[in-house]
């Protein structure tokens, strides 16, 4: 049921925050986050360092209402609110980290995310490289629509 929630109250904090004129650039972004996710997520749970249980529905043991919510989400909007200060691109790497984190130490309280061989910080660790990963890609590769739209 966790995985149903989160799924919900992603895509509604989306449809708040998201400007649909930019949609077209910014979903590759979150389309990115939601491909480093899986591509994690499938070797990690594969070596069995962790798991998810209570799943609806899902994928070489993923929950599909996860992949197709919380990355998709956090790239989208992060591209779309990428700020412009070298600081504040900083300041929301590591914002952005910590509230992925969040979520993912809910889950854990909850009991639909097992740490078998794992812990916290490497949480922690991945979700801070997948962001700066981000922050590259809205930077380097995203860059070009932010310059040509007025």
């Known amino acids: 049921m966790s995985w149903i929630i989160l799924f919900i109250v992603s895509w509604i904090m989306f449809f708040i925050a998201v400007d649909f ?4 650039y ?3 972004s979150g389309l990115l986050t939601a491909l480093i996710e899986v591509s994690i997520d499938i070797l990690y749970t594969g070596h069995k360092l962790y798991k998810t249980v209570n799943n609806v529905f899902e994928t070489k043991g993923i ?6 919510s919380v990355p ?14 070298k600081l504040y691109r900083i300041l929301n790497i590591f914002i952005i980290s910590i509230l992925f ?5 809910i889950l854990v309280l909850k009991g ?7 812990i916290w910080i490497e949480s922690l660790i991945i979700d801070l490289l997948t962001m700066m990963s981000i922050s590259w ?6 860059n070009k629509w932010r310059e040509s739209v007025p």
Do not use: C, R
């Not at 890609?137 to 995203?142: E, G, P, Q, R, S």
């Open 72 to 85: 998709i989400v956090i790239g989208t909007l992060m591209s779309q609110y990428y700020p412009k200060k």
């Open 137 to 142: 890609f809205n930077l380097v590769v995203l």
């Open 112 to 118: 639909d995310l097992i740490y078998i061989n794992w």
């Open 63 to 68: 929950s599909i209402f996860f992949i197709f």
């Open 21 to 24: 004129k930019m949609l077209k």
């Open 26 to 28: 910014t979903i590759w």
């Open 101 to 105: 984190y969040a979520v993912e130490f």
